[in-house]
């Protein structure tokens, strides 16, 4: 369960939060019947219901990604989207935007190769630029060497950057923000802990230079 209370349909009463229950749930109350035609739980959009004011700028983000006035080919954007969850670990983003891609067309070989694009060869010129720009914002967190940015300008337009920028840290966001709130499948307890050591193990083998 995600880590904030999910809001039940019955307790919503504030417009955007309805529009989106119709949206994505039709009739059923997200929190007693979960589940999305993409196969998550649905519980990303009752947890940001807690305010209202926070799930309205998230869906003004979705449209402005969206919308017909962008200027950045939607399958570089989504490139970008979906490199930011498998940099950052979240699980939920990485793979719903694994789904958008293949929904506009990108194939399954572009598709698997996301996660070590630094060596595939099925990209091409443009797209690893994009990729390689979205790892200096997101793992780098903006370090970008004036050559990689050069190279940008030579190949996209300013407006063009600018959107690559602001989709690309606004999907960074999305991802911390699923992984520490536990929602959708960033539901997962850290992998990362420590594994007990035998029995008969004392923390003063550690200093015991005869051991092998």
Known sequence: MPRLRPVPRAEATDETVLHAYRLLFGDRDP???PGTATGTRGDWWPVFA?????????MQGFGYYRSPNRKLDPVLRELAQTWAGWAVGSQFVFSQHCKSLRGAGVSEAKIAAIPTWQTADC?????RLVLAYADR??????RVPDALFAELKASFSDE???????????YDMHAVMSKALRTEFDDRDDPVVEVAAP??????DFMDTGRT
């Open 31 to 33: 929190v007693a019947e």
């Open 50 to 58: 807690n305010s209202p004011d926070t799930l309205r700028h998230a």
């Open 123 to 127: 990209f091409d010129v443009k797209e």
């Open 137 to 142: 914002l997101v793992t780098h967190r903006g």
């Open 160 to 170: 063009e950057i600018l959107e690559l920028t602001y989709i690309s840290c606004l």
């Open 199 to 204: 029995e008969a193990f004392s923390a003063r």
